[in-house]
């Protein structure tokens, strides 16, 4: 299993705390129970974090009439956010894959980092937490839609790859975010949503919407 470049930080300190712990157990008696529960904190944590950060192999889609879904995750809404935008919102809980991948073939037109606060990911207010959106233009100017990596109430870095003029291929890596979050994917009157709230979906493998011209 792959796992992510960016959560190797996080692995090697939890297992530096597990050695810590292990090392004061072995060297001090009278820590030995202390040494014991933060030897074992350690341990749980590297193997968390290497869970979390996994990064498995996806095919790569080859039905260019869908746009699939750019993260792992339960929809949380599908709803017309604005007259000509149907946006669809996918929460990534701790358990989830969150490596996000490009939901159709298209050029970066702009990207936009956004601060903001870090509230729980699954409610509305998270509408206000930092992101980083990435509009795509996708063959033809009517086919633009428009990502969002939103933070959740433990997330405190999402990371792109991607960069303005860049071509990606539907299915591609282009970001993660840190522990729990939030994607949305913002539709074009040119595209119909294939979803539901409370669907799960797999990033580059669900069909979350389709070309309609």
Known sequence: MRIAIQGLKFIVAAVLVAALGIWTAAHFPQAQVFGVVVGAIGILAALFCVYFFRDP???????????????DGTVMSVSQETPDTTTIRIFLSLLNVHIQRIPATGRVKKIQYTKGSFKAAMLASALGNEKCSMTLECGQPQRQITIDQIAGLLARRITWWAKEGDLLKTGERYGLISFGSQVAVHLPPSARALVKPGDKVLASLTAIAEWTN
């Open 57 to 71: 192999h996806r095919p790569t889609p080859t039905d260019d009439s869908k746009i699939y879904s750019p993260g």
